[in-house]
Each structure stands twice: as structure tokens, then as C-alpha cells.
């Protein structure tokens, strides 16, 4: 009988000592486990990877808006100030930015008017290089994408495999090298669906699109449906009035005109021209 008894007392001993190693493995779990509403706390935009850009490289790519150490800024920030207003007038969230030819500078404004808008306070801008057949966005940046932006625009992967952050409420997203066939591309259902993706995922306040030359191919052409506006950049010394007439019928057939910028000029006070 008190071999029983020790017996029965040694299973409770042992009983007791699994139950407190097993509370103690949950507990060790549990910390592990984010507290719950943590998770919650995070969103799209916290999950995309940042850049770090050298403030001597924009400079000498003319990106001004960034560092605001060049008084040009200002004129940028003049045209943000129309950009924002005409877009809450009339709920566009889309603006795409072309030009007649190349060597307008497009690329330059698209990036230098993102930076500017990125500046306002509770504002969140996405940057897109959809000028895939020749990409030049983060060559002006001095970084490089993450994944190459075609592939999403194709239905491949999430958002945050292909976007970066250049600050807290500015992302991008482009490609380094060329790519074929963009016009199908552009125009195809899978773009429609990628921008639908970002624009209800990421949900910015403004989406900047710099496109390609409109009298170079026909992929603005393609990508108009994407766009709720345009602008157009012209330049001084490279843009005929011929070429400008026939873009804005071009694009006032198909979207929305935001304006015409004309780039490469002088104006008092700056040193780097600019009207709209």
C-alpha cells in the first residue's frame, strides 16, 4: 500500500512540474507573438524598403525640390500649388506628364513636382516611371528600383516587391533598362488592374506619371485610360508651337489637359526657367 501511495505521489510530482515547463513554453511563445492591434498599427506604406539619395548627384540632375538649396524650388512647388488645386476641384488622382519630343524635361519636372508635393503636410505621393522605353527616373536619383516596375504592371507579385521610398510619404517605382513590347503592355488589362491595386492598397493623394514623348510612340497613347489629366512640358529652343498644338488636341481628345509647362527659359529671380 505505500508503495501505491508513493507511487500515486510521485505521478503528481510529475504532473506538476510538466504543467509549470508547459506554462512556461506558452509564455515563451506568446512573447514572441506581437501584442494584439500591433500588427494592426502598420500599413502598406510601411512595408516598402527606403533609398538613401545623394543630395550632391540631384543637385548636378537639376532635382531641386528635394533639398530646396537652389532657388528653382520655387517654381516647382508654384506649379504644385495648381497641381493640388485643379486636382481636388475635380477629384483627379492620376496625373500623367509628357512631352512633344524628348530633351524637354519631363523626367526632370515629374520627380522635382513629386518631391514638391511629397513636402506637403498629410500628403502621400507615388511616383511612376512608365516611360519603359527609355527609363531614366532613378538614373536622375542615383538609385536603383527595387524590381523592375514592368513586372508588376504584368501581374507579378505585391507592390512592396517593386516600390521604394525616398521618404516617408514619396515612393517609387521604374526601371533601369529598356523594355519591348510597351504599348501592348500599357494598354493591356493587367495595368489597369496593377494601378487599381495601387491606388486602393497604397491609397496616395496624388499619383505622378512620367510618360513617354507623346510624338515618339504611341504608348501615352496606350496609358491615357490610366491617367485622369495631363501635363504637357514643352521647352524653349526644342518644342515648335506646331508640335504643342498637336498634343494638347491629341490628349484633349482622350483625357484631361492640367496645363502646358514651358521649360528651359529664363525668368527673373531663378535660374532655372520656368512658366505655366
Not at 515563451?28 to 548627384?57: N, T, Y
Not at 489637359?257 to 525668368?267: D, E, F, L, W
Amino acid at each position: 500500500m505505500e508503495r501505491i501511495r508513493a507511487a500515486i505521489e510521485k505521478a503528481r510530482e510529475e504532473r506538476a512540474d510538466l504543467g509549470r515547463d508547459g506554462a512556461v513554453a506558452q509564455q515563451s511563445v506568446q512573447s514572441q507573438i506581437p501584442a494584439q492591434g500591433q500588427m494592426l498599427d502598420r500599413e502598406p506604406w510601411d512595408f516598402m524598403e527606403s533609398i538613401d539619395l545623394d543630395p550632391k548627384l540631384l543637385t548636378s540632375n537639376r532635382i531641386v525640390s528635394q533639398q530646396q538649396n537652389d532657388p528653382a524650388f520655387l517654381a516647382y512647388d508654384m506649379l504644385r500649388t495648381r497641381v493640388v488645386s485643379a486636382s481636388r476641384t475635380n477629384s483627379w488622382n492620376v496625373i500623367g506628364i509628357t512631352s512633344p519630343t524628348a530633351k524637354c524635361g519631363k523626367t526632370v519636372t515629374a520627380i522635382n513636382l513629386s518631391f514638391s508635393l511629397a513636402r506637403q503636410r498629410d500628403m502621400r505621393v507615388l511616383l511612376l516611371d512608365a516611360d519603359l522605353r527609355r527609363p531614366m527616373v532613378f538614373s536622375y536619383l542615383g538609385a536603383e528600383p527595387k524590381a523592375p516596375l514592368d513586372r508588376f504592371l504584368s501581374g507579378q507579385g505585391r507592390f512592396e516587391d517593386y516600390l521604394v521610398k525616398a521618404s516617408d510619404s514619396l515612393a517609387i517605382g521604374g526601371c533601369i533598362s529598356s523594355v519591348k513590347n510597351t504599348a501592348e503592355l500599357l494598354g493591356g488589362n493587367s495595368t489597369g488592374e496593377a494601378m487599381e491595386i495601387l491606388k486602393t492598397e497604397l491609397k496616395p493623394d496624388l499619383i505622378i506619371v512620367d510618360l513617354p514623348p507623346m510624338l515618339v510612340t504611341d504608348d501615352v497613347m496606350a496609358f491615357l485610360p490610366q491617367v485622369d489629366a495631363c501635363l504637357l512640358v514643352s521647352a524653349i529652343n526644342e518644342s515648335k508651337i506646331s508640335e504643342i498644338d498637336e498634343c494638347e488636341r491629341e490628349l484633349s481628345d482622350r483625357s484631361n489637359v492640367m496645363g502646358v509647362v514651358i521649360n528651359k527659359g529664363r525668368n527673373a529671380g531663378t535660374n532655372y526657367g520656368y512658366s505655366y
